[in-house]
T-cell receptor, first 112, second 117 residues
Framework: DVKVTQSSRYLVKRTGEKVFLECVQDMDHENMFWYRQDPGLGLRLIYFSYDVKMKEKGDIPEGYSVSREKKERFSLILESASTNQTSMYLC???????????FGQGTRLTVV | AQKVTQAQTEISVVEKEDVTLDCVYETRDTTYYLFWYKQPPSGELVFLIRRNSFDEQNEISGRYSWNFQKSTSSFNFTITASQVVDSAVYFCALSAYSGAGSYQLTFGKGTKLSVIP
């Protein structure tokens, strides 16, 4: 089975801190995604990557950056956390459109 | 740009009733893929089905069935004889190529289904 692992299930950070959310997949997938999920807004794409060191902005990239130095790892970075970035963050990976995407368990981030 | 609309925010049904979740999508691509995911209270998204744009055949899997109609850009999901375990948030998603070697996976806002015993 495909496994997508997010480093933390729950995280509490202070405003202004630099925050790293890590995601690792074990199936050699080329594509990886970061979404945030908020009540009433569904899943919104922040960034995605289709290869090592390649990245593309999603629908809401402001305030975030990403890093993909190795194929299996995709990191989401909040340069200076703010309270409006309190949310559930979901990482996903996929071999390509026909295969669908597999999701991690999510990281619930609270910025205080 | 691509978009997925799930007009139903919340639905409540009584156990054993049939229920249909609606999904309407927009894309300019001729090749695209559609998906349904289930998110139970535990939070992890579970992949249910995929359909490509060239295959309009409806699909049935146990109590689940999917109706893909290109003419109306819809990909609806029906649960027959609903059960309490079907209670979850259901997401419809669309995948289309957005550039050289890359594609974007866009989700609707989800429909929360509550099945009452």
């Amino acid at each position: 089975d495909v496994k997508v692992t997010q480093s933390s299930r729950y995280l509490v950070k202070r405003t202004g801190e630099k925050v790293f959310l890590e995601c690792v997949q074990d199936m050699d997938h080329e594509n990886m995604f970061w979404y945030r999920q908020d009540p009433g807004l569904g899943l919104r794409l922040i960034y995605f990557s289709y290869d090592v060191k390649m990245k593309e902005k999603g629908d809401i990239p402001e305030g975030y950056s990403v890093s993909r130095e190795k194929k299996e790892r995709f990191s989401l970075i909040l340069e200076s956390a703010s309270t409006n970035q309190t949310s559930m963050y979901l990482c996903a990976s996929s071999m390509g459109p026909p295969k669908g995407a597999f999701f991690g368990q999510g990281t619930r981030l609270t910025v205080v | 740009a691509q978009k997925v609309t799930q007009a139903q925010t919340e639905i409540s049904v009584v156990e054993k009733e049939d229920v249909t979740l609606d999904c309407v999508y927009e894309t300019r691509d001729t090749t695209y893929y559609l998906f349904w995911y289930k998110q139970p209270p535990s939070g992890e998204l579970v992949f249910l089905i995929r359909r490509n744009s060239f295959d309009e055949q409806n699909e049935i899997s146990g109590r689940y069935s999917w109706n893909f109609q290109k003419s109306t850009s819809s990909f609806n999901f029906t649960i027959t004889a609903s059960q309490v375990v079907d209670s979850a948030v259901y997401f419809c998603a669309l995948s289309a190529y957005s550039g050289a070697g890359s594609y974007q996976l866009t989700f609707g806002k989800g429909t929360k289904l509550s099945v009452i015993p």
